[in-house]
């Protein structure tokens, strides 16, 4: 799952969804030193990420992919699941996207003093081009992974994903609506057992 999907699991406290935001820049024990629930949200983002790695139905979406994009098949799927949550918004929240990725940018802005200077770096420009809105256009998704595929050292080939992602945009869709519910339980549950 990518920035969208990790913010909309997190439930309704503010320190857990910054948690869970910024996980992937928080690496080993170093989530230790930031503020109990959001260690609660760091903890349940690599929760959800080993969940969904571990997924059947995930795995057959990085399958389509696999040959041509080898392990980078999953960060797609993480882009492609994002933009079918952005683009199916209101059959899973009651708020608009507009509204909750506006809070979403105050909330961690509010925070941004215990955020990794990387983390801070991303974001910036995250907020300033409203990523996470327009995550629910094509041309958001496309424009993301034109971002990535500059990022990476190794020629990922992540700039040509766009065309497959829209020749298997039937059975990506019908496979996100099978895990989502999976996943929204499985994040509850966690959530509920943790202590």
Do not use: C
């Amino acid at each position: 799952m990518n920035f969208l999907a990790h913010a909309y699991l997190s439930g309704e406290d503010s320190q857990v969804m910054t948690g869970n935001f910024i996980g992937d820049f928080v690496k080993g024990k170093k989530y230790e030193t930031y503020p109990k629930l959001m260690q609660k949200g760091i903890l349940l983002h690599r929760g959800i990420d080993e969940y969904t790695d571990g997924h059947p139905v995930v795995g057959q979406s990085k399958d389509r992919l696999r040959a041509k994009y080898r392990h980078y098949s999953g960060v797609i799927v993480d882009v492609v699941y994002d933009h079918l949550l952005a683009a199916n918004w209101h059959k899973y929240h009651d708020k608009s996207l507009g509204e909750f990725t506006q809070q979403l940018y105050f909330e961690i802005d509010s925070m941004k003093n215990e955020l990794p200077d990387r983390f801070q770096n991303i974001f910036r420009y995250m907020k300033r081009d409203n990523w996470l809105y327009q995550y629910s256009k094509i041309e958001g998704i496309e424009q993301a992974l034109n971002g990535m595929s500059m990022r990476t050292k190794f020629d990922s080939k992540m700039d040509e994903a766009i065309h497959d992602i829209k020749a298997n945009y039937v059975p990506f869709l019908l496979e996100f609506q099978e895990f989502m519910p999976d996943v929204i339980a499985f994040s509850k549950q966690w959530q509920e057992e943790y202590e």
